[in-house]
T-cell receptor, first 113, second 113 residues
């Protein structure tokens, strides 16, 4: 049983560009959350998707947007990249029956130059 | 404002001894707490959780204690093993269907052989 998978593993972009990160949840999970982890910090909640809709959102600007597909996979889009967007982006999934425990993927490391 | 704090950035423990990792929180609405372990280049791995209706939860070598009046939780690892060396994050989530996690900044545990 595959766990949460994310692609790509690493990415380098320049300021002002746009990026799309992808996540496939663990089998049987239908809820996907995205987190940003800056160096030396804990993960920070960006938003959560359930039934293809954004259900909750953290304190991130509108440059951060997402999407969930009918197969529960999800994308995170970041527009107009800033140097400060450089971070590890983590996707976490959870099943409807137990929303409390989230399982994380390995993350995508984004570097903005 | 850091709602979840891990004030010890690092901890070294001898193999076989007890490791105690601490976490403090400020928001009394948090009602579910989790500990995650993170190895380099991997996503956080769920370890153990505790609901606010309990004061202790045990799973093998791992025990989490919750002191609601002090807004403090701790993770005990007994006995500590070299493979436990990792960064440990505590996380909290709130009531009323709020499933986003608020993470601490992590404690790096090193178990010495």
């Amino acid at each position: 049983d595959a766990g949460v998978t994310q692609s790509p593993t690493h990415l380098i972009k320049t300021r002002g560009q746009q990026v799309t990160l992808r996540c496939s949840p663990k089998s049987g999970h239908d809820t996907v959350s995205w987190y940003q982890q800056a160096l030396g910090q804990g993960p920070q909640f960006i938003f959560q998707y359930y039934e293809e809709e954004e259900r909750q959102r953290g304190n991130f600007p509108d440059r951060f947007s997402g999407h969930q597909f009918p197969n529960y996979s999800s994308e995170l889009n970041v527009n107009a990249l800033l140097l400060g967007d450089s971070a590890l982006y983590l996707c976490a999934s959870s099943p409807l029956a137990n929303q409390e425990t989230q399982y994380f993927g390995p993350g995508t490391r984004l570097l903005v130059l | 404002d850091q709602q979840v704090k891990q004030n010890s950035p690092s901890l070294s423990v001898q193999e076989g001894r007890i490791s105690i990792l601490n976490c403090d929180y400020t928001n009394s609405m948090f009602d579910y707490f989790l500990w995650y372990k993170k190895y380099p280049a991997e996503g956080p791995t769920f370890l153990i959780s505790i609901s606010s209706i309990k004061d202790k939860n045990e799973d093998g070598r791992f025990t989490v204690f919750l002191n609601k009046s002090a807004k403090h939780l701790s993770l005990h690892i007994v006995p500590s093993q070299p493979g436990d060396s990792a960064v440990y994050f505590c996380a909290a989530s709130g009531a009323s269907g709020t499933y986003k996690y608020i993470f601490g900044t992590g404690t790096r545990l090193k178990v010495l052989a």
